[in-house]
């Protein structure tokens, strides 16, 4: 894994300049797709965690979601919904703990179902009515195999639009031990609470969420062992590249595999130094944290397009 090999390693001169690699490789990139998936991060009460996107494969309720989370619709949702060993379900609820008030949140057009994966364990997907196309702003975890339960054949399925990561579902597990109450008059499901005694339940007692998306140019994919890296490569243009991992040990070594222009710059995007043929992340994310910082790639085989790692922070 790339988390755990980085180490900083010597120096090799550069061979070639990247420009003259990436000129002709945007101008075919018309042909050329780079899976780059979103990242969101979920913080609550009993910790924080990370769900990564599926756009790709759910492009419409991906977009939807992140809608809800680009206006702040998350900014402060309680869970309304605990089912142990079934579901965690929110997006319902918007709460003002200060003033012991809970609102609906506000939700936009139903959605085209786009089901296609299956409920899994850790996967997250969109609630709805008993009509296909009707889920809005509610979703939740799967907290145990769902796959036959939530099926194409209940309905058209539920629509899996991403999976909590990492050691994500440890916090997760927290959530869903917790104690449950009824809510009757806003809520028609058990409520899991926190410092609850049995009586005067307030907001402070709900479990609060506050999700917010993950702008990460730069990540690594454990799921498939590719780098995805947004450069501005000064005359050649903006790009996004993937890098397979050619070589992990003694040094670690990748090569570029695709190339695909972008219109403009984007935050905390690398840059691709002509004159010492070096490409400088700023930052590098895994699993939706940041794991490196200031990581320089030199070019040392302009043939094959291999970029080796000599320092990071």
């Not at 939740?140 to 629509?159: C, K, P, Q, R, V």
Request: glycine share 6%.
């Amino acid at each position: 894994m790339l988390k755990s090999a980085l180490r900083i390693v010597h120096c090799v001169s550069p061979l070639n300049h990247l420009k003259s690699i990436l000129i002709p490789l945007l101008i075919l990139s018309n042909s050329i797709e780079v899976v780059a998936n979103s990242f969101v991060r979920v913080q609550t009460d009993l910790g924080d965690f990370t769900i990564e996107l599926f756009e790709n494969d759910a492009p419409i309720t991906t977009k939807n979601f992140l809608n809800y989370v680009q206006s702040g619709s998350y900014q402060s949702t309680i869970i309304h919904r605990a089912e142990p060993g079934f579901v965690l379900q929110t997006g319902k609820i918007s709460s003002n703990e200060s003033a012991n008030i809970i609102d609906p949140i506000l939700k936009g057009s139903p959605i085209a179902l786009e089901y296609q994966l299956p409920n899994i364990l850790g996967s997250v997907a969109m609630a709805r009515t008993d009509l296909p196309d009707s889920a809005t702003s509610e979703w939740f975890i799967n907290l145990a195999d769902n796959t036959d339960i939530l099926a194409e054949s209940n309905n058209g399925g539920y629509a899996v639009f991403g999976r909590v990561i990492g050691d994500g579902l440890t916090v997760v597990r927290k959530i869903e031990n917790l104690n449950r109450a009824k809510y009757i008059n806003e809520i028609p499901f058990d409520v899991p609470v926190i410092n609850y005694t049995g009586s005067g339940l307030n907001v402070a007692n709900f479990v609060d969420l506050k999700v917010t998306e993950i702008v990460a140019p730069n990540y690594f994919d454990n799921s498939n062992s590719t780098l995805y890296v947004k450069v501005d490569a000064g005359t050649a243009g903006f790009a996004k590249l993937s890098f397979s991992i050619s070589q992990s040990a003694p040094n670690i070594i990748v090569k570029l595999e695709t190339v695909e222009t972008l219109a403009g710059t984007t935050p905390k995007i690398a840059v691709y130094r002509e004159a010492s043929a070096e490409l400088i992340l700023p930052e590098l994310v895994i699993d939706g944290i940041v794991v490196g910082r200031d990581l320089v790639f030199s070019l040392i085989d302009a043939d094959q397009l291999l970029f080796q790692l000599i320092s990071f922070k």
